[in-house]
């Protein structure tokens, strides 16, 4: 078992910046990708960025609205990984989330259903 915790988040205004940490506990060498995925009000949850895990492959990636606002990376000797964000408006008020997968499922990680261990979630709130 992996378990997520994240932190951070909180008010800011529009255009300002804000950072989200999830950091993970267990068996956390099982675990392959981490992504970070958001869910606004009345919306669908919605992928945000993945990284591996352990700093293979051509990773990071990120959803179309978050490249060049957002970036996402990893500090191994605290299990952690990091969002970082800027340029925030409105549209990006969401609970933000933390997840894990152990699976080698390439050209999938954008999707939840891969992802096997979830975090609580932290919220994120831009005013305008």
């Known amino acids: 078992q992996v378990q997520l915790v994240e932190s951070g988040g909180g008010l800011v205004q529009a255009g300002g910046s804000l950072s989200v940490s999830c950091t993970a506990s267990?068996?956390?060498?099982?675990?392959?990708?981490m992504g970070w995925f958001r869910q606004g009000p009345g919306k669908e949850r919605e992928f945000v960025a993945w990284i591996h895990w352990n700093g293979v492959g051509s990773s990071p990636f990120y959803a179309d609205f978050a490249k060049g606002r957002f970036t996402i990376s990893r500090d191994s000797a605290e299990n952690t990984v990091h969002l970082q964000m800027r340029s925030l408006n409105p549209r990006d008020t969401a609970v933000y989330f933390c997840?894990?997968?152990?699976?080698?499922?390439?050209?999938?990680?954008?999707?939840?259903?891969?992802?096997?261990?979830w975090g609580q979630g932290t919220q994120v709130i831009v005013s305008s």
């Open positions: 997840a894990a997968t152990p699976f080698r499922a390439s050209n999938m990680y954008e999707s939840h259903r891969v992802y096997e261990y």
């Open positions: 267990g068996r956390t060498k099982d675990i392959y990708v």
